[in-house]
């Protein structure tokens, strides 16, 4: 079945030391979104990749970057993770932003399982 | 985009019908409405999402009045597997398709 993998499920890391988180897709989409979500929070969008443009949110820090080496890879990279980070890491895809005409506008984000990054 | 507003739980007994009111008093001539369920552990799923009047799928119903200014989803017949937090979302076609996630609201089910 088409899917979105994370890897891993669960990822312990040390202050300050830094870790990638990981995402696949089988789908074939456009785009690809990296989500924060705190317990008991909503998930919080950081950024996303269209193709190969970058797209980061005003309020995402600068510790949390971004690279997409092709369509079904994309990776999180926390340069130094402080205590704060810990969360779960949502990766989702969804199909091409453009809108083609007569084609029905959908906002249907596929979601992998995520990461829960521990930080001691 | 629109703020959204949902209640922060609700609860219910299994076969009952749920409806979870979501109130988006900005929202704009082109947003859309969706709904989202999350499982504790798991991603989001997208649930259903609408512009106006109702609109059915397998899963559940999304229903919005004229004015757009709320939305109704409706869970027909709930299980104890429909235990989650749902999430209505206003997003808006700028062409970013990024969806601002709302506080949700947790449905518990019980036999």
């Known amino acids: 079945d088409a899917m979105v993998i994370q890897n891993p499920r669960y990822q312990v890391t040390q202050f300050g030391k830094p870790v990638t988180l990981s995402c696949s897709q089988t789908l074939n989409h456009n785009v690809m979104y990296w989500y924060q979500q705190k317990s008991s929070q909503a998930p919080k969008l950081l950024f996303h990749?269209?193709?190969?443009?970058?797209?980061n949110e005003a309020d995402t820090p600068d510790n949390f970057q971004s690279r997409r080496p092709n369509t079904s890879f994309c990776f999180l990279d926390i340069r130094s993770p402080g205590l704060g980070d810990a969360a779960m890491y949502l990766c989702?895809?969804?199909?091409?932003?453009?809108?083609?005409?007569?084609?029905?506008?959908?906002?249907?984000?596929?979601f992998g399982p995520g990461t829960r990054l521990t930080v001691t | 985009l629109a703020k959204t507003t949902q209640p922060i739980s609700m609860d219910s007994y299994e076969g009952q019908e749920v409806n979870i009111t979501c109130s988006h008093n900005n929202i704009a001539t082109n947003d859309y409405i969706t709904w989202y369920q999350q499982f504790p552990s798991q991603g989001p799923r997208f649930i259903i999402q609408?512009?106006?009047t109702k609109v059915t799928n397998e899963v559940a119903s999304l229903f919005i009045p004229a004015d757009r200014k709320s939305s109704t989803l409706s869970l027909p017949r709930v299980s104890l597997s429909d235990t989650a937090v749902y999430y209505c979302?206003?997003?808006?076609?700028?062409?970013?398709?990024?969806?601002?996630f709302g506080s949700g609201t947790r449905l518990q089910v019980q036999p």
């Open positions: 979302l206003v997003a808006r076609d700028t062409g970013r398709r990024a969806l601002t």
């Open positions: 609408g512009y106006k």
């Open positions: 990749y269209y193709d190969k443009d970058f797209n």
């Open positions: 989702a895809t969804s199909r091409g932003l453009r809108r083609q005409p007569g084609s029905p506008i959908t906002y249907e984000q596929y």
